[in-house]
């Protein structure tokens, strides 16, 4: 399997350079040139599998060129050993054909692990054959940071460096990051807001020169593919606990880069019958706002209860163009050269088939905090504000003979502010292995807001 730029200029890439990759060289995003289908007869045969052995058979077509079967298996046996779920992607139902896939029980409380846990030890055992080291460079607004940093922290290879906005992450997230103290680990608090940390990053790919020139740069938000392959697989893991492929299941997710719901649709396009796929949105409603007018515009940002949502531009939503408009490369290039200066308006064409591809709801902060409250009264469910905005979208769009199956997409225990405000009479506990995260020593550098400063730090503070 090759990978190819959604800009169509980019040189097609194996799976091992793709993983070492970030934003393709046209400025496109990868994918696979071919999706693995699966049959319902096979799909079929994996519904006593456990989630390891499950992600063996549909990601293996993904990475055949770099490993094999057995090198796979192990990975992901040890991958989702680290869950603390036997079941490691565990099913709740909170209403008559509404259930939600708790994604939470990895090392930092957010279904982010279930791709970063799996990408660190793929990059590392890549690294190693290569016997090459590489950096790894990141901006968080919240849990991408903390997940890349367990993802990685015991890779040799590999020094990772995290940009967050000081002062302007929760507690618990900063916390999460800065008392991992590994000498490979560095986290770095810039003196501006988000949109300051992710222009820095987006700078440094594309402009490196303050950086030494014998290492790769190698980026860990959802443009790496390797994150969007592995969340494929809990689509299927609760499609078959629900009675798949033999019956249609529906998911409806909390939805900020719109990385995870893409995951979804290509479940769908391997084979999987999914009838609804509903991105749910908070107040950043960019997506939805689309949706009801085929116009793709910038938007300002506006801080809500669910931080990991709050997005104005939703990259991979380009890996979605690229399928509805035919995988026209040019045609894609050409409509983000004309978002620099203005809205998209997509084709009557193309919004069509996205229509029939998914569906999408918005929900305010106020909207999100009564959910919280109501799925606590309801069936003493505790939702975190994310999956609550995922709930709510669900039965708005839930149709009765299908089951609905909302991605729970945090630990409650994460957002104790939203918690608080939603009325309930407790603070969420952090699991056991957090519990003494306020006792933990912390350790960051505080910097300006300024690449070369930010280049500079790197270069001169290399452990791998
Ligand atoms: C990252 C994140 C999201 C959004 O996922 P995308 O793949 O960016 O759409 C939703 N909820 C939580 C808790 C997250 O951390």
């Given amino acids: 399997m090759k990978y190819i730029s959604t800009r169509g200029q980019a040189p097609a890439l194996n799976f091992e350079d793709v993983l070492l990759t970030g934003l393709a060289s046209d400025g496109g995003l990868y994918v696979p040139d071919r999706l693995p289908t699966f049959s319902q007869e096979q799909i079929r045969s994996w519904r006593s599998l456990s989630y390891p052995a499950l992600a063996g058979e549909i990601l293996f077509p993904f990475v055949s060129e770099t490993f094999t079967r057995e090198e796979l298996d192990a990975i992901l046996v040890d991958t989702y050993s680290v869950f603390r779920h036997d079941a490691v992607a565990p099913m709740v139902q909170i209403a008559p054909n509404q259930w939600v ?81 590994g000498e490979n680990i560095h986290n770095l608090a810039v003196k501006g807001n988000f949109d300051d940390c992710q222009a820095i990053v987006k700078a440094t790919f594309n402009n490196r020169s303050g950086l030494p020139s014998d290492r790769g740069l190698v980026a860990v938000n959802s443009i790496n593919w390797a994150r969007i392959m592995a969340q494929i697989v809990y689509y299927f893991y609760a499609a078959l606990a629900l009675g798949g492929p033999d019956r249609p299941v529906s998911f409806s997710v909390p939805t900020g880069n719109f990385g995870d719901i893409f995951a979804g649709y290509l479940a769908k396009q391997m084979g999987l019958p999914i009838e609804q796929l509903v991105i749910a949105t908070n107040k950043n409603d960019v997506l939805h706002k689309m949706m009801s007018t085929g116009v793709y515009d910038k938007m300002s940002l506006e801080a809500s209860l669910s931080p990991s949502m709050d997005i104005t531009v939703s990259s991979n939503f380009e890996r979605l163009l690229f399928d509805v408009y035919d995988r026209d490369g040019a045609q894609i290039a050409a409509l983000f050269e004309q978002f620099k200066t203005e809205p998209i308006q997509f084709s009557e064409q193309a919004m069509t088939r996205t229509r029939s591809l998914f569906a999408s709801h918005r929900v305010s902060d106020g909207e999100t905090c009564s959910e919280i409250a109501k799925l606590w ?49 407790f603070e969420p506990a952090l ?7 306020f006792e933990r ?23 791998a």
């Fill in 101 to 181: 896939l708790e994604l939470f029980h990895g090392p930092t409380l957010a279904f982010k692990d279930f791709a970063l846990q799996l990408l660190g030890r793929l990059l590392d055992e890549v690294l190693k054959r290569r016997q090459q080291k590489i950096m790894i460079l990141g901006a968080t607004s919240g849990d991408t940071g903390s997940a890349a940093i367990e993802g990685c922290r015991r890779c040799d290879n590999i020094d990772i460096f995290i940009l967050h906005p000081h002062n302007r992450v929760s507690d618990v997230q900063r916390k999460q990051m800065t008392t991992v103290l």
């Fill in 377 to 425: 009264a309801d069936c003493a469910y505790l939702a975190d504000p994310h999956s609550a905005i995922g709930t709510v979208a669900a039965r708005v769009h839930g149709r009765a003979q299908t089951p609905m199956v909302t991605l729970a997409t945090a630990h409650a225990a994460k957002f104790p502010g939203a918690i608080a405000q939603a009325g309930l009479p």
């Fill in 431 to 437: 699991p056991q292995h957090l519990a003494d995260l």
């Fill in 441 to 463: 020593e912390e350790r960051y550098d505080v910097i300006d807001n300024d690449m070369a400063a930010v280049q500079a730090f790197m270069s001169s503070h290399l452990a």
